[in-house]
């Protein structure tokens, strides 16, 4: 008995030993943690150097809006500190971010540009202009700008709102002119076997001729004249009155191919003032320690500064500054700025789900955020950025939709960046105000469609097809045959009717005849000087015209210094919840019929009813 007692009291004695160092090991541990937090906190936060040097580095492609704010960034999964997670391009937002605080950050000395193969629209690069502009009016302080390699016209164009330019010795700058060059497939279309069938309206709807004709029709050629010569009118007038030159000489230096002169040449046309390594120059400014890239100065700035002025990104910085000014009976309010970027789509594309995918308006995710402002108390009015060619012409007309019915409820401007045209120009219509650059390119009011006919192709590769069917048009729309022309006609009736809506759609939110915006429609694209004589717009400006006009159409206008931009930054949590969700719907069916013709996912995804504008411009 006495054994048993032993061994029960052993046992119990172990089991409670065991306890006491679980429970004695988790709180020595949770210790530790709270130790080391508090260690963390406790350390001086990172900031930013007395007489330090902005740096913006102008390379590479630029987004109107941080891709993070959506897309899932599969590198932030793997790193903590996002030092340690490769830059990628940066976006309009962004700089336009930093320069504004940099402007009243009394340890920012000044401004260094580093101009290179910039990609990006004419429209985006005069707002980057603009903002450093108004850095130099509110701050008073210095902009240099260096120029390395090869400085594309858009960069340049920016560069020369510099107080000075620098240039390497074997530097060099793009100064050529603007121009349209599209690729012309129906030659080999034709050898293919594949019969491209177009549906359109619009004398000038000449997005499907790369898939009809060889060249450029008269009415598109004079169309793209038009908009050219006013795009480069407005970038030689930027050139001319920032360096003191004449529009006869950059055009005298464009027609020489400016692109190939040497440095000395730059300096003495006037287009840089001095010649010399980058080495010089970051002497000057007193050493690499002290300048700061965009992204870890707002990074450094985000921990530092007071929220004085907002540009606001992220959902918990917005509920803090709600209550940051008044009582919580009376929060301040806001307009938020929502960005809508790329060709217009009604599901993500895959490349489009993950991070580095290519800018694109999903229509699904757009009216979700615009139903989002509508039901939020704290928004009074929104400006819609709008940087689109267009797209699907469904969902054009459901984002249209949306915006009508928010600007229902509370003012709804539109800031047109480097394209708005057809779908693009359609999902403005619904707004109260229009606002373009001089160099946008808008309008593109029309509707077409095209399907594609693999008949001769599966002849010569000895494929055939049958079809048994209940009804006379069940296998309308077949890769394996053409269309008949009692088919024909009932497409070309389903175009017709889309290009109605959408000029209804137009002339409602223009105030403007049906008959009158015909006359200003058939598909030709406009130039943003052109759109407002002709009141497809409402006046000249930029982002910020927006934002003061949204003010002003919501009665308060210090609305202006309270700026959201939208949609908020999420989480890696959110965005992979939605990943997994956007990726179980997307139509991912590739059938062997479509892969005959193209495997492209682009062909695949701009077949059916388009409203989208024609080439792109070349700068």
């Given amino acids: ?179 349209v060059s599209p690729l012309f497939y129906t030659g080999a279309f034709k050898k293919a076997g594949i019969e491209p069938q177009v549906f359109k309206v619009g004398t000038f709807k000449s997005a499907v001729e790369p898939y009809t004709e060889t060249q450029m029709s008269s009415a598109s050629r004079m169309q793209a004249e038009s908009y050219l010569s006013d795009m480069w009118k407005s970038y030689t007038n930027i050139i001319c009155e920032n360096r003191t030159l004449t529009t006869g000489k950059i055009n005298m230096l464009a027609d020489k191919y400016a692109d190939l002169m040497s440095a000395d040449e730059y300096v003495e046309n006037g287009l840089v003032d001095s010649v010399c390594y980058e080495t010089d120059v970051l002497s000057f400014l007193g050493g690499r320690s002290k300048l700061y890239k965009i992204r870890d100065f707002l990074h450094k700035a985000r921990l530092n500064l007071h929220r004085d002025n907002f540009f606001i990104d992220n959902k918990e910085d917005y509920m803090i500054a709600s209550y940051s000014y008044d009582s919580l009976n009376s929060p301040v309010r806001f307009i938020a700025v929502l960005y809508a970027a790329g060709q217009i789509y009604d599901s993500p594309t895959p490349s489009g789900l993950l991070y580095g995918g290519k800018e694109e308006i999903v229509s699904s995710r757009l009216v979700r955020n615009i139903e989002k402002l509508k039901a939020d108390t704290l928004i009074e009015a929104v400006v819609l950025r709008i940087n689109s060619p267009g797209g699907s012409a469904y969902a054009s007309e459901q984002i249209w939709h949306a915006v009508s019915e928010l600007n229902k409820v509370k003012p709804v401007v539109v800031s047109m960046g480097d394209f708005a045209a057809s779908g693009g120009y359609y999902i403005a219509a619904g707004a109260s105000k229009i606002v373009a650059s001089p160099s946008t390119l808008t309008g593109s009011i029309g509707i077409f469609g095209i399907t594609y006919s693999a008949e001769k192709l599966a002849e010569k590769v000895g494929l055939s097809a049958d079809c048994v069917k209940t009804n006379r048009y069940t296998d309308l729309g077949s890769l394996m045959r053409s269309m008949t022309p009692a088919e024909k006609n009932l497409m070309q009736s389903y175009v017709n009717r889309g290009y ?64 959201v931009r939208y949609p908020f930054k999420k989480t890696n949590q959110e965005k992979l919840s939605e990943f997994v969700d956007e990726f179980k719907t997307m139509n991912l069916n590739m059938s062997a019929k479509k892969v005959l013709v193209n495997g492209l996912e682009e062909l695949k995804r701009n077949s059916g009813v388009m409203a989208v504008m024609p080439q792109m411009i070349q700068e």
């Fill in 500 to 563: 109605k809506t959408f000029v209804e759609r137009c002339s409602q939110g223009r105030g403007i005849s049906r008959e009158s915006i015909e006359k200003i429609a058939q598909g030709r694209v406009w130039s943003g000087s052109k759109a407002v004589e002709i009141g497809l717009a409402d006046t000249l400006g930029t982002l910020n015209t927006a934002i003061e006009l949204a003010a002003r159409l919501a009665g308060d206008t210090t609305l202006g210094k309270r700026v």
């Fill in 1 to 179: 008995m006495n054994f048993f007692k032993t061994v029960l009291a052993s046992a119990l004695g172990f089991i409670i030993s065991w306890i006491v160092v679980i429970v004695l090991g988790t709180v020595l541990l949770f210790s530790i943690l709270m130790a080391v937090l508090l260690a963390k906190t406790r350390r001086p936060l990172p900031t930013v150097s007395q007489d330090s040097f902005l740096v913006l580095n102008l390379q590479g492609e630029l987004n109107e809006y941080s891709r993070d704010s959506e897309t899932l960034d599969i590198s932030s999964l793997l790193y903590d500190d996002k030092e340690d997670v490769v830059e990628l391009g940066l976006s309009l937002d962004e700089i336009q971010k930093a320069l504004n605080i940099a402007a009243y950050w009394n340890n920012v000395k000044g401004l260094y540009i580093q101009a290179g193969n910039l990609e990006c629209g004419a429209v985006t690069a005069q707002e980057i202009l603009n903002s450093i502009s108004d850095f130099k009016k509110h701050s008073g302080k210095p902009v240099y700008a260096y120029i390395d390699q090869m400085a594309s016209q858009h960069s340049y164009m920016i560069a020369t709102t510099a107080d000075s330019i620098f240039i390497n010795p074997m530097g060099a700058i793009a100064l050529h002119g603007y121009g």
